[in-house]
């Protein structure tokens, strides 16, 4: 069974940084990416970041580009998003979706949440 979880939310005040984890685990395929995506209260969900299993290829949403930072440890089926100077408008939950480019897996985490609030 495919299991995906992120963890590293919480509360951090404006300027602040955290480093989010998704850890996946359960899966044979070998091609696949992460994504990272967020959603604030009363906002539709935004895609944040993109990586592949490699690692060569990554992609950001134009609003957190230069911001945050996607990496991926594919031994350990882990990506990472650093997220430095954090603003109130990133307060959002944060969810980890993984997937293979022709759409035949698909999963997500429960999402973790960021409050950048001082």
């Known amino acids: 069974q495919v299991h995906v979880a992120e963890s590293g939310g919480g509360l951090v005040q404006p300027g602040g940084s955290l480093r989010l984890s998704c850890a996946a685990s359960?899966?044979?395929?070998?091609?696949?990416?992460m994504r990272w995506y967020r959603q604030a209260p009363g906002k539709e969900r935004e895609r944040v970041a993109t990586?592949?299993?490699?690692?060569?290829?990554?992609d950001y949403g134009a609003s957190v580009n230069g911001q945050f930072t996607i990496s991926i440890d594919n031994r350990n089926h882990t990506s990472y998003l650093q997220m430095n100077n954090l603003k109130p408008e990133d307060t959002a939950v944060y969810s980890c979706?993984?997937?293979?480019?022709?759409?035949?897996?698909?999963?997500w985490g429960q999402g973790t949440q960021v409050t950048v609030s001082g």
């Open positions: 359960g899966f044979t395929f070998n091609t696949y990416s």
């Open positions: 990586i592949s299993a490699s690692g060569i290829v990554t």
């Open positions: 979706n993984l997937y293979t480019p022709f759409g035949d897996h698909d999963y």
